[in-house]
């Protein structure tokens, strides 16, 4: 996307972690529109849980020095019923989260159902209709696979974010810099 007027775009990458498959997605966000950039998956073996971590890690680090995003967004942690589950999600956040610190970027937070609210108007919508709604925001020819759309959802609930919209993401996103969390 080009520069317009002076103003520089925002390029946003969106991450959806989880143990097994990380989703990611990328967008440009110059004025209002935001434009797709790119969107995947980063598949862990079925490997040791630290071996998987590294995967994560490792797959992030070439998504960000191919892209060069200029903010990242992620999910924020949720209670989940299985605990082992939530722990597992939690270390692959973690690895996550490290790799982003690590090329000095600044990290935002949101919930999964401030990402449903912003994308498809309705917090408890399901993985279908994020789905749908992306592909329509983005003008995508096809549906992206669920973790990739899920990624591509929060980096548009980051857009809109900073572009001041009034969504509950806007009031209670959390942002991480210079190792201090601010409001």
């Not at 007027?5 to 997605?25: C, E, F, H, K, N």
């Not at 073996?45 to 994560?56: F, G, M, P, V, Y």
């Not at 998504?63 to 990242?72: D, F, W």
């Not at 019923?81 to 090329?103: E, F, I, P, T, Y």
């Given at each position: 996307?080009?520069?317009?007027?002076?103003?520089?775009?925002?390029?946003?990458?969106g991450?959806?972690p989880?143990?097994r498959?990380?989703?990611?997605g990328?967008?440009?966000?110059?004025g209002?529109?935001?434009?797709?950039?790119?969107s995947g998956?980063?598949?862990?073996?079925?490997t040791?849980?630290?071996?998987?971590?590294?995967?994560?890690?490792?797959g992030?680090?070439?998504?960000?020095g191919?892209?060069?995003?200029?903010e990242v967004?992620?999910?924020?942690?949720?209670?989940?019923?299985?605990a082992?589950?939530?722990?597992k999600?939690?270390q692959?956040?973690?690895?996550?989260?490290?790799?982003?610190?690590n090329?000095?970027l600044?990290?935002?937070?949101?919930?999964?159902?401030?990402?449903?609210?912003?994308?498809?108007?309705?917090?408890?919508?399901?993985?279908?209709?994020?789905?749908?709604m992306?592909?329509?925001i983005?003008?995508?020819?096809?549906?992206?696979?669920?973790?990739?759309?899920?990624?591509?959802?929060?980096?548009?609930?980051?857009?809109?974010?900073?572009?001041?919209?009034?969504?509950?993401a806007?009031?209670?996103?959390?942002?991480?810099?210079?190792?201090?969390?601010?409001?």
């Amino acid at each position: 996307m080009e520069e317009r007027q002076g103003v520089l775009p925002r390029r946003i990458l969106g991450i959806d972690p989880g143990s097994r498959i990380t989703g990611y997605g990328v967008i440009e966000l110059c004025g209002t529109q935001p434009a797709y950039v790119a969107s995947g998956c980063i598949r862990a073996s079925d490997t040791a849980l630290e071996q998987r971590l590294a995967q994560i890690y490792a797959g992030l680090a070439e998504v960000i020095g191919l892209h060069r995003p200029t903010e990242v967004s992620v999910e924020r942690v949720f209670m989940a019923k299985n605990a082992d589950s939530a722990l597992k999600l939690g270390q692959a956040r973690g690895a996550a989260l490290v790799c982003v610190a690590n090329h000095g970027l600044v990290i935002a937070e949101y919930a999964a159902r401030q990402i449903k609210q912003a994308v498809t108007g309705k917090g408890g919508a399901d993985k279908t209709q994020v789905q749908h709604m992306v592909t329509a925001i983005l003008k995508l020819s096809a549906t992206p696979q669920a973790d990739a759309a899920d990624a591509l959802a929060i980096a548009l609930t980051h857009a809109y974010a900073g572009q001041g919209f009034d969504t509950s993401a806007t009031r209670t996103a959390r942002r991480r810099t210079s190792g201090r969390w601010r409001l």
